[in-house]
């Protein structure tokens, strides 16, 4: 039922999206059968696989079931593991439910290729069982230490039932009060990365592992699954070559510029960004300090051309959020991402600002921020109005509009 129930929540979201397609509300009518559309729509309909998105700022979050029991996820493009806490979790940060084996789970066995493959614990949970395999890891995004056991058993995404997967789940957790639902990894396929319980899963299914995220400015969209979803966008896609260094998605623009009342922001792959991760677990987007103060530069010299009351408030926005009432964020340039496919993805401001309430009262705030490090991310605030397609299979990531 409740599988049932979500499938249709995703279809209003997409008349939402969409609110001039036909399609779409044909579909929902006539109970996903489009009139009028036969061929092109009518394969593609009954593979039709989504995930409905919640609609969170902080991460891309859905609901999925692990064994029988509901879990809501986050789904994140920087994990290959499906990550869950144990019943009994020794400082473990996360609500009800908790994993509990299923009547098919599995031990994997210290000493089994699979544990080679994707283990580096080997634990004895008590003096009666064989050692089993674990995994020991920082999450970084959510800055918690975890000590998990490794599982095989089932689990269910939207129409896919009981697909057997790798489950990691938690019996100790230090720091990371933030981590406080399951974690579903969707990480790249690489030689050296562990297969994804998505990847696993439509391995499974012999379908491919594509994915794409579909976010309205309101961060409400859906998770397309095996397949590049013709509903979820118009137009065409723009696709660039994928990099899954370090077991992270990765693009890199060659150059990333702007134009604004004379001035020049401009960014190159060869001096200033190599590559931004795609990260799923990141509520905003971050540039190295370099790059961040060339931005930075680059607005207040444009913005501050003979306005003094818009100029101070470009100030404040580097420091801090502004009343959304005192300033118009429709002034503000667009930042242009160049690729070497010959396409350009424009970053339109009211996407790298956000809106944020507090106490009745609407803020904007600076989506792109000054990395603590040298990574350049590019979080979920920069992927709004867009649907971003991991194309796995032909290694590359597509752009099309949407939401
Ligand atoms: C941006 O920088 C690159 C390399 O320094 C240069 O070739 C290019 O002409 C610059 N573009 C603009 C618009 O200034
Ligand atoms: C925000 O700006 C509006 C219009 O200028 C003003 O009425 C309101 O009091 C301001 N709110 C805050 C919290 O400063
Ligand atoms: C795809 O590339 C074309 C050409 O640069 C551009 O007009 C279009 O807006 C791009 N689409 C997206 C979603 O970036």
């Given amino acids: 039922m409740k599988i049932f129930k979500s499938i249709y929540l995703f279809f209003i979201i997409v008349c939402v999206f969409k609110i001039s397609s036909i399609e779409c509300y044909e579909k929902k009518k006539n109970n996903q059968k489009p009139t009028g559309y036969v061929g092109l729509f009518e394969d593609n309909i009954d593979q039709r696989k989504s995930l409905v998105l919640d609609g969170k700022s902080d991460y891309l979050s859905s609901n999925i079931f692990i064994g029988s029991d509901p879990f809501n996820v986050i789904i994140?493009?920087?994990?290959?593991?499906?990550?869950?806490?144990?019943r009994k979790c020794d400082g473990c940060s996360q609500f009800p439910p908790y994993y509990r084996e299923s009547a098919v789970f599995e031990n994997i066995p210290c000493d089994s290729p699979t544990c080679h493959a994707i283990g580096n614990t080997c634990e004895k949970p008590n003096k009666y069982n064989p050692p089993t395999c674990g995994y020991e890891t920082v999450l970084q995004p959510y800055g918690a230490n975890i000590k998990t056991i490794l599982y095989?058993?089932?689990?269910?995404?939207?129409?896919f039932k009981n697909i057997p997967v790798i489950i990691s789940a938690i019996y100790e957790q230090s720091n990371g009060p933030s981590l406080r639902s399951a974690i579903l990894g969707v990480g790249p396929s690489c030689p050296t990365c562990p297969p994804s319980p998505l990847q696993t899963l439509l391995y499974t299914l012999k379908k491919p592992y594509i994915f794409g995220i579909?976010?309205?400015?309101?961060?409400?969209?859906?998770?397309?699954?095996?397949?590049v979803d013709p509903l979820l966008y118009t137009g065409s896609i723009n696709y660039t070559a994928m990099s899954k260094k370090d077991g992270l998605y990765s693009i890199s623009p060659s150059i990333i510029g702007g134009f604004w009342n004379g001035q020049i922001f401009n960014l190159t792959?060869?001096?200033?960004?190599?590559?931004?991760?795609?990260?799923?677990?990141?509520?905003?987007?971050?540039?190295?300090?370099?790059?961040?103060?060339?931005?930075k530069t680059f607005l207040k010299n444009g913005g501050c051309q003979n306005d003094l009351d818009f100029c101070s408030k470009i100030d404040l926005l580097f420091?801090?959020?502004?009343?959304?009432?005192?300033?118009s964020i429709d002034r503000f340039p667009n930042i242009d991402f160049y690729f070497d496919e010959q396409f350009i993805l424009n970053i339109p401001p009211k996407n790298y600002f956000h809106l944020i309430s507090r106490n009745n009262q609407v803020y904007v705030c600076m989506g792109i921020l000054e990395s603590p490090d040298q990574n350049a991310i590019i979080g979920i605030?920069?992927?709004?109005?867009?649907?971003?397609?991991?194309?796995n299979e032909n290694s590359r990531i597509g752009f099309g509009r949407g939401g």
């Fill in 76 to 86: 994140d493009t920087t994990l290959n593991y499906l990550i869950v806490a144990e």
């Fill in 152 to 159: 095989r058993d089932i689990i269910s995404i939207d129409d």
């Fill in 214 to 227: 579909s976010l309205d400015k309101n961060y409400f969209g859906g998770i397309s699954i095996g397949i």
């Fill in 269 to 295: 792959r060869s001096n200033d960004i190599k590559r931004f991760i795609l990260s799923s677990s990141s509520s905003l987007s971050y540039i190295p300090s370099s790059s961040y103060s060339k931005l």
């Fill in 319 to 327: 420091n801090s959020c502004v009343n959304a009432s005192q300033i």
């Fill in 381 to 391: 605030n920069l992927m709004r109005e867009l649907y971003t397609v991991f194309d």
